[in-house]
């Protein structure tokens, strides 16, 4: 009789988000019968502390990975991110124990670029109260005519230029804007070119001649906070912000009296500081916002890519093979 062969164990980690059904079997579709592919939100707590013993694999998405749990994956060789931002995983403590962490670097792009432009025009053509009225009975025709912008000739300045920065700047070419960047990197000039931006600007004048402020950069200790109260004073009145990226770049106290006081326009949110959202935050309750439940990644096409890169990672790892530098977290 063969010797059956043992597979791999992947723990997809999703108990404080679950994913739906329909949704989990069009990521579990992208995956090879060679791996045992295990849904966590189905574990109770004794299943999924006697679970990281076993498990090669975890599929991070919205849940902490904690140094604790990385301690109890004995056999553990890499931590997979569903999607770009790491933050919620102990990247030091798996790296000391030899487990690498990987992110789906660009799938989702396109999705969250499309997003954060739909919340510029969102906030420029007022279009929540535009559509509640109508469906209230209100025929309103020209009453925002002097209130409305649009996004032409607006310039743009981007906190953050990695493939989803990017991916906003080339989509926001076709609308005539002038679009600036802030990172760390200057790209060079034959990229921008090609995007359509004028080029990388330092944080401050970045955001004091911006009239759209959008955050494309990972949460750390550097960006926790990078909109405060002191850069919020700093941007134009007529200014909108933008957050597509980690609710915890921007102090929501500061932000809501900011918006509650006229020192900026308005405000398009994704995301927020502590999340599900608490639905008392003040920020809920202003009429210049427009808020989402963090559901700018969240295409059916994006979710295929993103399983199918996670799967190609996770794959090139069991077999012993280097994975893409660009998917890896350096430690």
């Known amino acids: 009789m063969a010797k059956e062969t043992i597979k791999p164990k992947i723990l997809y980690l999703d108990r404080k988000t679950p994913a739906?059904?329909?949704?989990?079997?069009?990521?579990?579709?992208?995956?090879?019968?060679?791996?045992?592919?295990?849904?966590?939100?189905?574990?109770?707590?004794?299943?999924?502390?006697?679970?990281?013993?076993?498990?090669?694999?975890i599929i991070a998405t919205t849940d902490v990975i904690s140094a604790e749990m990385i301690r109890k994956g004995t056999r553990l060789k890499m931590i997979h991110k569903w999607g770009a931002g790491y933050d919620t995983i102990d990247v030091a403590a798996a790296h000391a124990r030899g487990v690498q962490v990987a992110r789906t670097t660009g799938a989702n792009s396109i999705a969250v670029a499309e997003h954060a432009i739909m919340l510029m025009l969102a906030l420029y053509r007022q279009l929540i109260d535009t559509v509640m009225e109508l469906k209230s009975g209100q025929w309103r025709k020209g009453a925002r005519r002097l209130t409305n912008f649009e996004l032409r000739g607006k310039k743009v300045g981007l906190v953050g230029f990695g493939n989803i920065g990017k991916a906003v700047a080339?989509?926001?070419h076709g609308f005539e804007t002038e679009v600036y960047y802030f990172s760390r990197f200057k790209q060079p000039p034959e990229l921008e070119k090609k995007l359509g931006v004028k080029g990388n600007l330092p944080l401050d004048r970045l955001i004091s001649e911006s009239d759209i402020i959008s955050l494309h950069c990972l949460l750390n200790e550097e960006t926790r906070?990078?909109?405060?109260?002191?850069?919020?004073?700093?941007?134009?009145?007529?200014?909108?912000?933008?957050?597509?990226?980690?609710?915890?770049?921007?102090?929501?106290?500061?932000?809501?009296?900011?918006?509650?006081?006229?020192?900026?326009?308005?405000?398009?949110?994704?995301?927020?500081?502590?999340?599900?959202?608490?639905?008392?935050?003040?920020?809920?309750?202003?009429?210049?916002?427009?808020?989402?439940?963090?559901?700018?990644?969240?295409?059916?096409?994006?979710?295929?890519?993103?399983?199918?890169?996670?799967?190609?990672?996770?794959?090139?790892?069991?077999?012993?093979?280097?994975?893409?530098?660009?998917?890896?977290?350096?430690?």
């Not at 059904?21 to 109770?44: C, H, N, T, Y």
């Not at 398009?268 to 989402?292: I, R, Y």
């Open 20 to 57: 739906k059904p329909e949704a989990f079997q069009v990521i579990r579709a992208e995956f090879a019968e060679g791996f045992d592919f295990i849904q966590g939100s189905k574990l109770s707590d004794s299943a999924l502390e006697s679970l990281l013993g076993e498990c090669k694999f």
């Open 170 to 172: 080339q989509r926001l």
């Open 225 to 331: 906070h990078l909109i405060n109260a002191e850069r919020l004073k700093a941007m134009k009145k007529s200014a909108i912000l933008i957050n597509t990226a980690r609710g915890k770049i921007v102090d929501e106290r500061a932000l809501f009296q900011a918006l509650k006081n006229g020192d900026i326009a308005g405000a398009g949110l994704d995301v927020f500081e502590k999340e599900p959202v608490d639905p008392a935050n003040p920020l809920l309750s202003l009429p210049n916002v427009v808020v989402t439940p963090h559901v700018a990644p969240h295409t059916c096409d994006t979710l295929r890519l993103t399983a199918n890169r996670v799967y190609q990672n996770i794959k090139q790892a069991a077999r012993g093979l280097a994975v893409d530098d660009q998917y890896l977290v350096k430690p």
